[in-house]
């Protein structure tokens, strides 16, 4: 119950289209759900995050859409660019307590 | 600058040797965390400590221990029981509440390589 599932595991996109990654969870107390971006050799860095009182969250090209009676969130990158190129962790926590991370996608915008 | 402070960032351990991995952060956070990333894999989380003196195991703590004397510093020290410990290492903290933009800080990792 305390995992969150995220898919897909790898995703190519060409330049300038539309990235999107699908996380899921199964425990309801969740209340806060952050995205991470992470560039080879380097930490993940907090890219951006919602909680569950909005539907949606943009903040540039990156957007969360959030379905709390599906239990689902998602990361969508807009016009996406070779930049983007990185790992991307969903993750999920109770009143900002210990984070469950996805298993990660892996993200290649071909130029 | 406020952030965390991880070293070295390159290590290498010979056979049934300990080696102390530093993790220092200057952000007064509360929480301080690691993790193990294996190459193409996701984050696992080893030991998490969420007030000083105190931590507690995540889901693979053996072969690895922790201390936390002071808020600033959590070391992990890989033990020779580790027989698997060729990996990239983050440090991560966070504070105990915060707003839509709370998250945890993540060091840039220190990749332990066995010799």
């Known amino acids: 119950q305390q995992q969150v599932k995220q898919s897909p595991q790898s995703l190519i996109v060409q330049k300038g289209g539309i990235s999107i990654i699908n996380c899921a969870y199964e425990?309801?107390?969740?209340?806060?759900f952050p995205w991470y971006q992470q560039f080879p050799g380097k930490g993940p860095a907090l890219l951006i995050a919602?909680?569950?009182?909005?539907s949606e969250k943009k903040e540039g090209r990156f957007t969360i859409s959030f379905n709390k009676s599906a239990k689902q969130f998602s990361l969508h990158i807009m016009d996406s660019q070779p930049g983007d190129s990185a790992t991307y962790f969903c993750?999920?926590?109770?009143?900002?307590?210990?984070?469950?991370f996805g298993t990660g996608t892996r993200l290649l915008v071909s130029p | 600058d406020g952030g965390i402070t991880q070293s070295p960032k390159y290590l290498f351990r010979k056979e049934g040797q300990n080696v102390t991995l530093s993790c220092e952060q200057n952000?007064?956070?509360?929480?301080m965390y690691w993790y193990r990333q294996d190459p193409g894999q996701g984050l696992r989380l080893i030991y998490y400590?969420?007030?000083?003196?105190?931590?507690q195991k995540g889901d693979i703590a053996e072969g690895y221990s922790v201390s936390r004397e002071k808020k600033e510093s959590f070391p992990l020290t890989v033990t020779s029981a580790q027989k698997n410990p060729t990996a990239f290492y983050l440090c991560?903290?966070?504070?105990?509440?915060?707003?839509?933009?709370?998250?945890?800080?993540f060091g840039s990792g220190t990749r332990l390589t066995v010799v």
């Open positions: 991560a903290s966070s504070a105990r509440s915060g707003g839509t933009n709370y998250g945890y800080t």
């Open positions: 425990n309801t107390a969740f209340d806060y």
């Open positions: 919602i909680r569950p009182d909005v």
């Open positions: 993750a999920a926590s109770v009143s900002f307590q210990k984070l469950v």
């Open positions: 952000l007064n956070h509360d929480a």
């Open positions: 400590s969420q007030i000083v003196n105190d931590f």
